[in-house]
């Protein structure tokens, strides 16, 4: 397995997400350049927002027992997400997703640098029952990717296993989690994940 792919789990149930945003520089140099300043854009969790126009969602990151923090993402840490819908009340009213790995690799010989964060859905570490709070089941990952290879950078995002969490026990949340699982696999998040791709690779003015 190449490190462009290493990761990013195998595709076994579900629902497929892959959005790609791509940007060829004149010379190494320069995609070197924007590698770097588009790896502290992808770490920088909480600021996602700022880069991406129109992004419909709040990201905020937090430590593994939920608190609010501003640097760059660690593993173990959660994402808070707000999104543009009611929200479930075990992720007292936003989803939640722990991150499990943090890939940060070069292949000199393939003159390829990757930086990328793989997340799954979890609990909310500040609720004591420990129901994942996400519209998705745990067998579901999101990982986000900024790449290196020559001279072209790009910025992934690529969802694997994505099948909808209804075996909560909430009546609310199984039904908020169908809708909104649903919506996102016909495609309304597409349009996010497009947003946040070209943000995070968009050259510096």
Same mark, same amino acid.
């Given at each position: ?48 927002? /700022?880069? @991406?126009?129109?992004?419909?969602? *709040? ?5 593994? $027992? ?5 640097? %760059? ?34 292949? /000199?010989? @393939?003159?390829?640098?990757?930086? *990328? ?5 979890? $609990? ?5 029952? %420990? ?75």
């Amino acid at each position: 397995m190449s490190i462009e792919d290493k990761n990013i789990p195998q595709q076994q149930t579900g629902n497929q997400v892959d959005t790609q945003h791509e940007a060829t520089l004149n010379n190494r140099e320069e995609a070197q350049q924007l590698f770097a300043s588009a790896k502290k854009r992808l770490l920088n969790v909480s600021h996602w927002g /700022e880069i @991406a126009n129109g992004f419909s969602s *709040s990201f905020q990151l937090t430590d593994s $027992s939920g608190q609010e923090v501003d640097r %760059p993402v660690q593993k173990g840490d959660r994402f808070r997400i707000s999104l543009p819908a009611p929200g479930p009340d075990s992720g007292n009213g936003d989803d939640w997703v722990e991150v499990e790995n943090i890939q940060d690799e070069q292949d /000199e010989n @393939a003159d390829i640098e990757i930086i *990328s964060i793989r997340v799954r859905p979890t $609990s909310d570490p500040q609720n004591p029952k %420990p129901e994942t709070a996400h519209f998705y089941t745990d067998e579901a990952t999101s990982t986000f990717v900024v790449k290196r290879k020559g001279n072209t950078v790009s910025a992934e995002v690529h969802g694997r296993n994505e099948v909808p969490n209804t075996q909560t026990s909430g009546l609310w949340d199984k039904l908020r989690h169908a809708v909104v699982a649903v919506g996102s696999i016909l495609g309304l998040s597409n349009h996010q994940w497009k947003n946040l791709t070209e943000g995070l690779i968009k050259p510096k003015k």
